[in-house]
């Protein structure tokens, strides 16, 4: 079965330096992967996707994630924090559902802090 | 483009009264539609799935019910809810044939007391 493992539940990092969050898949196929952000009370954010094409993705904001099979990795970076990516981030695993359905598995979620 | 939109922002309500909240999408047509209830400090689980009008799946037994009766509006509901019906519910649209992403409204904060 398709999941999703996020190794650190909070992320503290200073504004300006880089920042990592970790996620590791379970799959019996390529997947399709995606990192999603929430802002404090607010929906969820697409941030970037992974749908079997180039193994690494840039999405908005300045984030970018390397998809790596052999180690089966998805990590979400960006090279330089600003305070505005406090959030819930989210690493994401789509298994395909009934009827051309897209049944989303969220991992449980890593707060980024960023300090000034 | 396309927009979704959820209400109301905020609910609270008692126990064991009735619970109605209402997404619509615009900019689309014939997207695949979902409910969604985050708990507090949890992740997602999906709660109902929409392919067209009246056609909904239910992926975990619950107090909830869903229906769809417009293309681009999906509405959940209760009869009489529970403590445990608090959550942050989101609707989620994604285009359907599966094209993989789905994309969020900006959630109703449900309090049961």
């Known amino acids: 079965a398709q999941s999703v493992t996020q190794l650190d539940s909070h992320v503290s990092v200073s504004e300006g330096t880089p920042v990592l969050l970790r996620c590791n898949y379970s799959?019996?196929?390529?997947?399709?992967l995606f990192w999603y952000v929430q802002h404090p009370n607010k929906g969820l954010q697409l941030l970037l996707k992974y749908t079997s094409a180039a193994t690494l993705v840039k999405g908005i904001n300045g984030f970018e994630a390397e998809f790596k099979k052999s180690e089966t990795s998805f990590h979400l970076t960006k090279p330089s924090a600003h305070m505005s990516d406090a959030a819930e981030y989210f690493c994401v695993v789509s298994v395909g559902g009934p009827y051309n359905t897209d049944k989303l598995i969220f991992g449980t979620g890593t707060r980024l802090q960023v300090f000034p | 483009s396309q927009t979704i939109h959820q209400w109301p922002a905020t609910l609270v309500q008692p126990v064991g009264s009735p619970l109605s909240l209402e997404c619509t999408v615009e900019g689309t047509s014939n997207p695949n539609l979902y409910w969604y209830r985050q708990a507090a400090g949890r992740g997602l689980q999906l709660l109902f799935y929409s392919i067209g009008i009246d056609q909904i799946s239910s992926e975990v037994p619950q107090n909830l019910s869903a229906s769809r009766p417009q293309d681009r509006q999906f509405i959940l509901s209760s009869k009489k809810l529970l403590l445990s019906d608090s959550g942050f519910y989101l609707c989620?649209?994604?285009?359907?044939?599966?094209?993989?992403?789905?994309?969020f409204g900006p959630g109703t904060r449900l309090t049961v007391t």
């Open positions: 799959s019996s196929y390529s997947p399709s």
């Open positions: 989620a649209w994604g285009p359907s044939g599966g094209n993989y992403e789905q994309y």
